[in-house]
């Protein structure tokens, strides 16, 4: 069963404009970076190596093959990996079309502080109503963004790890704070040391 996600869309929208600013903003290729900026030329961790930072399925669900790729525009390269986890039946053992599902996705920025800035800039919106809320959120002590709407239990999660990588976790059918509970699945700390 093939579960069809979000993700791809939610990325665009959320990494789009970011991007966009970041490549309007950000010092010509031939301007030396400061010290201890990366310029737009730093090289991104591979998606091989970002793949297997992805967690396998917990007891009770399955996942489909991790999958990944790198892209380059003007200078600016961008790796994204993820994977998708859906909740089995307790009583067949099979996924079913309405069942709980989780998308991890790692997203290497190569250190562009710009297309950080511009996309930690749009996390800066507060909003909370009874059908459900957007905010800022500290977790482990990254920055990051929840958004989690209630009527149907769909909620986005961002952070930030070693200022590179932005770690997405999208759930449905779940409450909010399985957000974190899947977030604690990728092990931050190991991925915080890839280079």
């Given at each position: 069963m093939e579960i069809k996600s979000?993700?791809?869309?939610?990325?665009?929208l959320?990494?789009?404009?970011a991007?966009?600013?970041?490549?309007?903003?950000?010092?010509p290729?031939?301007?030396p970076?400061?010290a201890?900026s990366?310029?737009?030329n730093?090289?991104?961790?591979?998606?091989?190596?970002?793949?297997?930072?992805?967690?396998?399925p917990?007891?009770?669900?399955?996942?489909?093959?991790?999958?990944g790729?790198?892209?380059?525009?003007?200078?600016?390269?961008i790796?994204?990996?993820?994977?998708?986890?859906?909740?089995?039946?307790?009583?067949?053992g099979q996924?079913a079309?309405d069942?709980?599902?989780?998308?991890?996705n790692?997203?290497?920025?190569?250190?562009?502080?710009?297309?950080?800035?511009?996309?930690?800039?749009m996390?800066?919106?507060t909003?909370?109503?009874p059908e459900?809320y957007?905010?800022?959120v500290?977790?482990?002590?990254l920055?990051?963004f929840e958004?989690f709407?209630?009527?149907?239990?769909?909620?986005?999660?961002?952070?930030i790890?070693?200022?590179?990588?932005?770690?997405?976790?999208?759930?449905?059918?779940q409450?909010?704070?399985?957000?974190?509970?899947?977030?604690?699945?990728?092990?931050?700390?190991k991925?915080?040391?890839l280079?």
């Open positions: 979000i993700a791809a869309p939610v990325l665009a959320l990494f789009l404009p991007f966009l600013y970041a490549q309007d903003v950000a010092e290729a031939s301007a970076s400061p201890g990366p310029g737009k730093s090289q991104v961790v591979e998606a091989n190596r970002l793949i297997a930072m992805l967690p396998q917990p007891a009770g669900w399955t996942a489909d093959k991790a999958d790729s790198t892209t380059e525009s003007d200078g600016f390269q790796t994204t990996v993820g994977r998708t986890y859906v909740k089995l039946s307790s009583t067949s996924t079309d069942a709980p599902t989780a998308n991890i790692i997203i290497d920025s190569a250190n562009n502080q710009q297309f950080q800035e511009a996309t930690k800039a996390w800066s919106a909003s909370n109503t459900g957007d905010k800022a500290k977790v482990a002590g920055p990051g958004h709407t209630i009527a149907d239990q769909t909620g986005v999660l961002w952070v790890a070693a200022g590179r990588f932005f770690v997405q976790v999208e759930t449905t059918k409450p909010a704070t399985d957000l974190e509970g899947w977030l604690t699945k990728v092990d931050l700390k991925l915080s040391t280079k």
